[in-house]
């Protein structure tokens, strides 16, 4: 697993992988205040501390910033190398903050994360990850006595940026407004070490890695 992210990412993340909140924020139609407001809890849950509301309203005006600058004439993601897998699958576990610990060491023990675990993440209600369909059936067969829901028919694409972009802040954004443009919406993204990793839909992927493809040379 990577390491603390910022409080920036944290923001940029949950912004571009929703795709109504993305639009507005692109077409400058929303209330950066209200938006701060509004996805504040779930920064803090991503950053994994308290966070001010200005200090989101920061993120958030930078990110917009970044959203109007216009891509160079040669795509500066020239050189990324792609790869798409299909036959990922959501596993969500219903269960009280208090009994988190408990059941991802019982996933861990499975060594789904040494394998294909995608991400994982901690709510209220639950705890949800992605990862191949192989292990997704693991979790829910060792978790049967818990509330599991196991839904398939997604893909990752992965992308290994080129040298001069490990360490961009825009890189995320500038990939997630590509395939906005191509009708494709991403589900999940993490960003780590010149790497992003996006879940998107099974039936959008072959799309996606068109559109990035063709970006990307």
């Known amino acids: 697993m990577s390491g603390r992210t910022s409080v920036q990412d944290a923001v940029r993340i949950i912004v571009t992988r929703n795709p109504y909140l993305y ?7 929303v209330n950066y205040s209200a938006l701060a407001r509004y996805i504040q809890g779930e920064v803090q849950s991503t950053f994994g501390d308290e966070v001010d509301p200005n200090t989101i309203v920061t ?3 930078r990110l917009s910033n970044q959203l109007e600058e216009p891509l160079e004439p040669r795509s500066p993601l020239a050189g990324s190398r792609l790869n798409l897998v299909t036959g990922i699958s959501e596993v969500l576990i219903k269960a009280p903050p208090v009994r988190h610990t408990e059941i991802i060491e019982r996933v861990m023990r499975l060594g789904v994360f040494d394998s294909y675990m995608l991400s994982l993440h901690q709510t209220q209600s639950g705890i949800h990850l992605f990862t191949n369909s192989l292990d997704a059936d693991r979790v829910g067969e060792e ?3 818990e509330k599991v829901e196991v839904r398939v028919g997604f893909a990752e694409l992965h992308l290994r940026l080129p040298a001069a972009m490990d360490g961009v802040e825009g890189a995320l954004t500038m990939i997630v407004d590509v395939l906005s443009q191509n009708g494709v919406h991403a589900i999940d993204a993490n960003e780590a070490d010149g790497e992003i990793s996006f879940i998107l839909r099974e039936d959008d992927a072959g799309r996606a890695f068109d559109a990035l493809r063709v970006f990307s040379r």
């Open 59 to 61: 993120a958030i005006m």
């Open 23 to 29: 639009r507005g924020l692109r077409m400058r139609v």
């Open 143 to 145: 978790l049967k006595e």
